[in-house]
């Protein structure tokens, strides 16, 4: 969520403004559709990020929407001065992460997404897929998801599609 914050606050700068939000858990869209997705690997005591943006191209034919600060109208971004800014956007959300805790990263995180009631298609590990309405996120980060029949289904991990 500290990746995807530090993405967030780099894409409104190079012109997306509140054209741009959070889907969980570390996606950024752009007019609704996919501008940047975030891998994060535990390595031993590290975490590395892979951050993928696209900035003059967006993919095609894919299962989602997808975006580009090009085809969005925003001209493509130099990369070496959004890599610059991404990586002091990052130094500025980890240092809110340690000085803060979670709670401020969660409240920042949560203004910034798309809005509670969205409907999502979530597909867990196993496969399995589950429909309902964006609910927001519990005290630890994880998706809730609120089901046709009213329960609450929290989910840690897998992917989330907008529908």
């Known amino acids: ?64 929407e997808t975006a580009s600060f090009a085809h969005a109208g925003l001209g493509a971004p130099d990369p070496a001065a959004f890599l610059s800014d ?9 240092g809110r992460w340690r000085g803060e805790g979670l709670g401020v990263i969660l409240r920042e995180w949560r203004a910034r997404a798309h809005a509670v009631g969205t409907p999502l298609r979530t597909t867990g590990a196993d496969g399995h897929q589950i429909e309902g309405l964006f609910e927001g996120l519990d005290d630890d980060g994880a998706l809730k998801l609120r089901l046709a029949d009213g329960t609450i289904h929290i989910l840690h991990a897998g992917d989330v599609f907008l529908i």
Do not use: C, T
Request: hydrophobic share 55%; net charge negative; proline share 3%.
């Open 86 to 94: 991404l990586a002091d956007a990052l130094a500025y959300w980890l």
């Open 1 to 64: 969520m500290v990746a995807a914050l530090a993405l967030h606050q780099v894409a409104v700068a190079y012109g997306g403004g509140g054209r741009v939000r959070l889907k969980w858990p570390n996606d950024v869209l752009l007019d609704g559709a996919k501008l940047s997705g975030i891998l994060l690997e535990a390595v031993d005591d590290a975490v590395v990020i892979g951050f993928g943006v696209n900035l003059a191209h967006r993919p095609e034919n894919l299962d989602r």
